[in-house]
């Protein structure tokens, strides 16, 4: 594996911060801007085709962890009216 | 360049324009042959029939026929098409024409370029120098209108007599059998039948060849429509390939602007997807939008066109005793001039195989490669085109937010400026190739095994100023060892050529940069396929070593 998944900052809290406040006062519209020059900025610094690919495959299995439950959600809500 | 493209709709050339003199001239009569009083049991048999006279099917019809075949084309109608088609031909095929003996014709004519600048709105974002380096005999682009290309190769044409250009000829029907196609061809005449032991069909994007052997292919289609003008004016623009994203002429499109001969320029506008081609193609709607762009309405058109275009390849390239080559095997989006191009390179990879097979001394196996190589070639161009038509037409609202940080964050750093994408340039392919032989030196540089041979400045003696590539064609465009002296040469196998740099009889290397450009030292050699590809290479080759590559290279093992 590539992509480094230990944690990496001395301090998480402000790294997680800095991002969260970088969209602060922004409509959605904009956080979505925001984020893509984001991407391509850190894509570009990280400079590692391999790297890039494992993160983009683990950011997508939030996708199917979120689609998962969501089903999941469902199932259980079906139940629970029969 | 839109060979490719579906043609939605066409206004004619207007005004005064050398698009209709250009026809005059490039008219050509039909003339009944001795294979057409043949009965149809009795039809006459030839070793190659290519169909289509487009510059595929011509510069493959060359090149066989330099190498001693004789070669019946056939074309369905009686001129040289007109209107606004491909106008890039890359360095590739500008020393491809070379070895065809036209090159000099289509430079001089042409318009040579090799800077592109990229703008986003009203400023530059970006430019690009496609050879920023000296010493090659070729520019890394000219423009030329595909008229005038044909033209020339038709002239070329008509001076071998190994050609028989028919025009006027139609197929209409293919009867495959063991070892020969039967073709049947329609003429003013009537229909006649043809047998070839094989068919080359080059008959373009619509090729119906293709859809005789059953072979019709889906691809990408995409949705947005661009609307392509030709205009005559004359303008002190420079010969650059100029693009713009969101200009100030034509907001949130895309538009390209590039220079042909005869003071014609290409206009390349994106237009909105549910754009009306009936209503957009009407000069009096394309007339405004170039006057915005130009700022004056001092220019006549040549040509209007509207089209789409597919991205797609026919999974197989070879269907039995039918091979295909160009636009009827593979179609691309013309931001890239990867469509002519590559159609090129086809012709040249295939006349080789093709010869050697029609003589016997390679095996039928030897013609697979030629699927291996250039479909591998077709997928590298579908992809590179694709990604720079959805940079363009993004599909998307987070693509078009991805694209639109791109551009925003090409202005203040290289890493956007790089990823901008309004058309990445044909270069030629590498090919990972059974022909090849795998490096077992080390090197550092120079064209590995499958990349195409380098240019550069070589003298017969000093003073005298020659290159590579025309050293290539003296020794007689064919397998030949670029060798780089060293006491004791290797004794080359039969019928291998051989390009010698340094020592006593050998070409000078006057500038250096054989040298630099090959990662040479005394005793390195290149093998050289006939097409120019690298076959193998070696520090210090054996004689056994280099047999056994030329070998591999020529499909026996």
Known sequence: MALSTSSNFAKPDDAFRAIVEAHRGLSDAQSADLDAALVLILANHIGDLEVLREAIALAQRRMVDASQQQQQQQQQAQKDLN | MVADATILSRAPPLGQSNVSMAQSRNQFGYRRHADQDRSGADAAEHPVVV????????????????????????????????????????????????????????????????????????????????????????????????????AYLVDRVQQLAAIDLRWRNRVIGLEQRNDQSVLTIETPDGPYLLRANYVVACDGARSSLRQMVGAEFAGQMFEDQFLIADVKMAAEFPTERWFWFDPPFHAGRSALLHKQPDDIWRIDLQLHPDADPAIEKRPENVRPRIARMLGHEKFDFEWISLYKFQCRRMEKFIHGRVIFAGDAAHQVSPFGARGANSGLEDAENLAWKLDRVLRGISPEALLASYHTERSAAADENIRESTRSTDFMAPSSRQEARLRKA???????????????????????????????????????????????????????????LAFLTEAFIKTGTRFTLLEFANGVAVDPPDGVGVIRIGGKDGLLDAAGLVGVRYDAEPGTAYLLRPDGYVAARFRHPTRAVLDAALARAVGIN
Not at chain 2, 61 to 73: F, P, Y
Not at chain 2, 87 to 114: N, P
Not at chain 2, 122 to 127: G, I, K, N, P, T
Not at chain 2, 436 to 460: E, N
Request: hydrophobic share 40%; with cysteine.
């Open chain 2, 51 to 150: 169909v289509g006279a487009g510059p595929v099917g011509l510069s493959l019809a060359i090149d066989l026929a330099q190498r001693g075949q004789s070669v019946v084309l056939l074309d369905d109608a009686d001129r040289i098409g007109e209107g606004s088609r491909a106008i890039c031909f890359s360095k590739r095929s500008l020393e491809f024409w070379d070895r065809l003996g036209v090159g000099s014709r289509m430079v001089d004519k042409g318009v040579v370029w090799s800077v592109g600048k990229i703008f986003h709105g009203a400023s530059q974002l970006y430019q690009f120098n496609l050879l920023p380096e000296e010493g090659h005999k070729r520019p890394a682009f000219i423009n030329l209108q595909q008229f005038y290309a044909e």
């Open chain 2, 406 to 464: 791109v551009l925003s964050l090409a202005k203040e750093t290289e890493f956007g400026k790089r990823m901008i994408n309004g058309g990445r340039l044909s270069v030629p392919s590498i090919y990972d190739s059974p022909l090849s032989t795998a490096d077992f030196d080390s090197w550092r540089g120079g064209p590995r095994p499958g990349a195409s041979m380098l240019d550069a400045p070589v003298a017969a003696h000093a003073g005298d």
